[in-house]
């Protein structure tokens, strides 16, 4: 077990010149903001994904 739990997941980043754009899986934003604590990173925003489109679901 990591040191956030097993409820807690970092799945990817996504890199631009100027931000750093982390996907997570978890419920909880005090683990994402722990992460980010401990990795140095700032925290400027959390938002909670509700839908998904990509090629699948956008033909439903």
Not at 20 to 35: F, Q
Not at 41 to 59: G, L, R, Y
Request: hydrophobic share 40%; charged share 20%.
């Amino acid at each position: 077990m990591g040191a956030l739990g097993n409820a807690y997941q970092w799945v990817q980043s996504y890199v631009t010149e100027d931000k750093i754009y982390c996907i997570h899986s978890t419920e909880s934003e005090v683990a994402i903001r722990e992460d980010a604590r401990l990795g140095g990173f700032p925290v400027n925003s959390i938002s909670k994904v509700v839908t998904v489109i990509d090629p699948v679901t956008a033909k439903l």
